[in-house]
């Protein structure tokens, strides 16, 4: 199952009618406008992109967005301030998932077909709601009972501050990380679902390169680390 996002694309797009993005805690500020644009570059151009990249390889790939089949239903999210638990931040038509039915995804699986899905869900009244697409994998690998969660970033993995690339973490190290600002921005969102996964009960989670070429099948396949791998323990 491919999960995808697609910051860069809607900075472009957003740039292309004059908005400038803006992100709290790396998570975007989503006005209604920018809600329409990002379900048109997600769900219109990059899944349509990996789909048909997918399918020129040999696979049988879908697009869906968390629409499809009412899989990823969700509400507005309530962003807490890192510092000061009093302040809550407004970020917009950014969601926070309630519930996810997995069932349209194992259709297509069952049948033979590559899922490839945009982060975006709906509320109870019908509204969208823009989803950071790591909380989306991590939250849809644990309820799929995943063997496995590789998320691909364009870093070697989780830094320490001197840069080094720190190999195993263990959720107590992760909230010493935190604590101390080593891990910050869109890191966060993407460290917090990795962990919540690991916790869940998905065996593995590893955060990957994704410019080095071949990397997953690197990472299954040898017996050498790549990036960074997260243990609930």
Same mark, same amino acid.
């Given at each position: 199952? %491919? +999960? ?24 975007? &500020? ?5 809600? @329409?644009? +990002?379900?048109?570059? #997600? ?18 790939? %879908?697009? #869906?967005?968390?629409?499809? =089949? ?20 407004? %970020? ?6 309630? $519930?996810?039915?997995? $069932? ?11 899922? %490839? /899905?945009?982060?975006? =869900? ?12 790591? +909380? &989306? ?6 309820? #799929?009972?995943? @063997?496995?969660?590789?998320? #691909? ?8 501050? @001197? ?20 891990? $910050? ?16 009960? &998905?065996?593995?989670?590893? /955060?990957?390169?994704?410019? &080095? ?6 990472? +299954? ?13």
């Amino acid at each position: 199952v %491919v +999960v995808h996002g697609g910051g860069p694309q809607i900075e472009h797009a957003l740039n292309r009618l004059g908005k400038k993005g803006q992100f709290v805690q790396g998570m975007r &500020v989503t006005d209604a406008e920018t809600m @329409e644009v +990002v379900e048109w570059v #997600l769900g219109g151009e990059v899944q349509q992109d990996i789909v048909g990249l997918i399918n020129a390889a040999g696979g049988k790939a %879908v697009g #869906l967005t968390g629409r499809d =089949g009412g899989m990823i239903r969700a509400k507005k999210l309530k962003l807490v301030d890192n510092q000061d638990p009093n302040i809550e931040h407004d %970020v917009g038509q950014v969601g926070d998932i309630e $519930s996810i039915d997995p $069932s349209v995804v194992q259709a297509l699986q069952d049948d033979q077909f590559i899922p %490839v /899905i945009s982060p975006i =869900g709906f509320g109870e009244k019908n509204e969208s709601y823009n989803i950071n697409a790591d +909380v &989306v994998a991590a939250k849809l690998a644990t309820v #799929l009972k995943a @063997e496995k969660l590789l998320m #691909l970033t364009n870093i070697t993995g989780v830094l320490d501050k @001197e840069g080094q690339l720190l190999t195993d973490l263990t959720a107590r190290r992760i909230d010493e990380l935190f604590a101390d600002g080593t891990i $910050s921005g869109g890191m966060l969102p993407k460290i917090a679902g990795a962990l919540d996964a690991a916790k869940s009960g &998905v065996n593995a989670v590893h /955060i990957i390169d994704g410019r &080095v070429p071949h990397v997953m099948l690197l990472e +299954v396949l040898t017996e050498q680390a790549y990036g960074t791998m997260i243990r609930a323990r």
